[in-house]
């Protein structure tokens, strides 16, 4: 009798899988979010103010989400929350990890920021911010890097109230570097300034330096032609703001702008009647606005651009002329030997204002005023008033 065949042996247990983690569990979902809205990830980083190598090594849970990230992306995405969910998670998985590798011997710590430092470079930041309204932020922004970058390179978790004061600092000085940049036409480096801004803004508590970089995120997105983000971010402002009407005004404004791109001419009348209204409010009070000593020509030009932008946007030339008259207002105000950058960009949305309104000999006059080798968005404005002209 033949042996019979040995028994089969029982299949082995399937292999157990490790569950999957917070971080790629986010990575997943932000990827799956960010197609779903037919986005590619250089066309989110720039909306994020991240490069798209950030956005790639989050997605295949290669580097942690940035703090900022995670409810910057719901808004931009319509997430519904969801991400801003995940993150507790990956905090927590964060957290866990940390815990484990506190055992290892620690890496040399950045030498905390003293009292004195703080208040030098304080005082140096008012002296920069009065250089570039000068003469621009360009010639400075290295600088602005530089500080930012010692300021921000610094623990987070001291609570003394130098250190406290240090990381609001920080704050300020990106956005000041970020508006450097923006002068520059750097949109990329401008976004990725105003996005570590918000973030150590929002970490510390500093709601009006938040609201500012919301407004200077809103200005970036009306310069790049995208009225519904740059609606988005100013109302963000707003909501961000302290009750400090100055700063509710710089928001107005932002708001106008939005309005003025996407070509609807009542919600600009009104927004720009609030900024009026907000700024008075803010000079009868005292409170320093981010314009208090030109609150007036600030609003002559939000005026004549948003109405300038109007004519672009409806066709009617009612618009170029108003927006003609409150930009030679802003002119009379402005000493040019004072404030020269202002004074040429002015010039250059002038010119572009008139060629709108059918004055072809007053547009190319005022052109031909403007600095030769002008750069960022001098140079910017420049060709679109040229192209109005000769089209």
Known sequence: MP????????????????PESARLRFGRRLRHWREARGLSQAEFGRLLGYHDSLISRV????????????????????????????????????????????????????????????EVLAHLLTVYRAAAGRIGGEE???????????????????????LTAGRSLAAQYAELAGWAHF???????ALSWYATGLERARATG???????LLARQSTLYWWHGDPATALALAEAAWAASPPLPGLRAWSAV????????????????RTLADARRLTDAALRSGEPTPWSARADLVLAVAHGTCHRDLAVRTGRTVHARIAAARLEDALRLLDPAARPRDHALITARLA????????????????????????????????????WLHR
């Open 206 to 212: 500093d709601r009006a330096t938040a609201a500012e």
């Open 59 to 118: 997605e295949n849970a290669r580097r942690w989400p940035p703090p900022g990230m995670p409810a910057r992306a719901d808004e931009l995405l319509l997430a519904d929350g969801e991400l801003a969910g995940l993150w507790q998670a990956v905090q927590r998985e964060r957290e866990r990890l940390g815990e484990r590798a506190a055992a290892r011997p620690p890496l040399a710590a950045a030498a905390p920021p003293d009292p004195a430092t703080v």
């Open 183 to 189: 002068e520059g036409d750097r949109h990329a480096r």
């Open 352 to 387: 572009g204002a008139h060629a709108l309104a059918g004055r072809a000999e007053a547009a190319a006059a005022l052109l031909a005023r403007l600095p030769p080798h002008a750069t960022g968005r001098i140079a910017r404005e420049r060709r679109r008033a040229e192209e």
């Open 3 to 18: 042996p019979l065949p040995a028994p089969t042996p029982p299949p082995p247990p399937p292999p157990r899988t490790a």
């Open 254 to 269: 932002a708001q106008a702008h939005a309005h003025a791109l996407a070509g609807r001419a009542p919600q600009v009348r």
């Open 140 to 162: 400075f922004a290295a600088a602005l890097e530089h500080h930012a970058h010692t300021l921000l390179g610094r623990p987070r978790s001291d609570p003394r109230e130098h």
